[in-house]
């Protein structure tokens, strides 16, 4: 099956910090990438959607300017969470879909961030 | 918009036992459902899915019937193994061109030998 990788796997950053998360396909062009966020014993939640070139769309509720994602190839998508804050730690849960994986979303293994 | 209830763990079983997870789910349309499995340390990966009323999808031995009247996707497994104990999710999409996932909360399996 088509192969997507996260990096870093955790992180951990000062408050007032900006934190870049980068989502990889690796063995497929992905049109287009999914951003989730997952608190403990939660859901995964949707935050927005990427398309290759082109601006993010947000789910209702997600801070674009706080959230900052960039889409700028086919295989690379990124996450940056900006000026972190403790209640922005949660575990961060990549998908993409495109091209030889056709709709169906293939997921990275996430990215635990803590903030102090 | 859509929302999965997904029945909440832990699930403890001996091997070879016989498990289900229920899910149901409210959704606008025709929707398509689907199961995830997450093992420790790994990224999710779908597990199987059912696309319209009463398919029935089927993989590694669990199986899933979309039942529209009763608006569920209950998962099931006739004889689990040690290797089986995973979180499993079960998600709904809006149809169509839409393929925003909305998912259950997740229900860890520990199967023990």
């Known amino acids: 099956g088509a192969v997507v990788s996260q990096h870093p796997s955790w992180v951990i950053c000062k408050s007032g910090t900006s934190v870049k998360i980068e989502c990889r396909s690796l063995d497929f062009q992905a049109t287009t990438m999914f951003w989730y966020r997952q608190f403990p014993k939660q859901s995964l939640m949707l935050m927005a959607t990427s398309n290759e070139g082109s601006k993010a769309t947000y789910e209702q509720g997600v801070e674009k300017d706080k959230f900052l994602i960039n889409h700028a190839s086919l295989t690379l998508s990124t996450l940056t969470v900006t000026s972190a804050h403790p209640e922005d730690s949660s575990f961060y849960i990549c998908?993409?879909?495109?091209?030889?994986?056709?709709?169906?979303?293939?997921f990275g293994p996430g990215t635990r961030l803590t903030v102090l | 918009g859509n929302s999965v209830t997904q029945m909440e763990g832990p699930v403890t079983l001996s091997e070879e036992a016989f498990l289900t997870i229920n899910c149901t789910y409210t959704?606008?349309?025709?929707?398509?459902l689907f199961w995830y499995v997450q093992y420790p340390g790994e990224g999710l990966q779908l597990l199987l899915k059912a696309t319209k009323a009463d398919d029935k999808g089927s993989n590694k031995g669990f199986e899933a019937t979309y039942r529209k009247e009763t608006t569920s996707f209950h998962l099931e497994k006739g004889s689990v193994q040690v290797s089986d104990s995973a979180v499993y999710f079960c998600a709904v999409n809006s149809g169509g061109s839409n393929y925003k996932l909305t998912f259950g909360k997740g229900t860890l399996l520990t199967v023990n030998p």
């Open positions: 998908s993409a879909s495109g091209g030889a994986a056709g709709n169906e979303q293939f």
């Open positions: 959704a606008t349309g025709y929707p398509s």
